[in-house]
């Protein structure tokens, strides 16, 4: 009979751990989804930003292009300012886009070794034969 009881103990012991294991294991998921979300959602606000202005690049070069057309050498210093600020912007933008998608694969990488680590450490506890005799 205390066999019995010793045996049902260390099994509740067992199942108590696994459940909260189990547990961590989906709330550290959860945390992990959730800021992958977040970054992705900051991403895509970036992107469409830089679309929208990129748009408005595109739009502003076809102006200078036709006036440009129209009369060489009118206003041609200030077409050649307005360039170079608009050179200036588009760079920065491309650095803005590297380091977000840098961010973001590095986000992504983190999250998906602590899923294949986690899922590892589950894999092994339910493959150990011992388990039930060290806990």
Do not use: C
């Not at 595109?58 to 200030?78: F, V």
């Not at 608009?86 to 650095?95: A, K, S």
């Not at 602590?114 to 899922?119: D, V, W, Y």
């Amino acid at each position: 009979m205390e066999l019995l009881y010793f045996i049902s103990g260390v099994l509740s012991v067992g199942v108590l751990y696994g459940v909260r294991l189990l547990r961590s294991v989906k709330s550290s998921h959860a945390e992990l989804l959730s800021s992958f979300n977040k970054s992705s959602h900051i991403s895509s606000a970036r992107r469409a930003d830089l679309r929208e202005e990129i748009e408005d690049i595109k739009t502003l070069i076809m102006d200078i292009q036709s006036n440009m057309e129209k009369d060489q050498y009118e206003s041609l210093g200030n077409i050649n300012k307005r360039i170079r600020e608009l050179d200036t912007v588009v760079y920065g933008n491309v650095d803005k886009i590297k380091q977000s998608n840098q961010v973001f694969n590095k986000n992504v990488t983190d999250a998906f070794n602590e899923i294949t680590q986690l899922k590892q450490n589950i894999k092994t506890l339910g493959q150990d034969p011992n388990m039930l005799s060290r806990y």
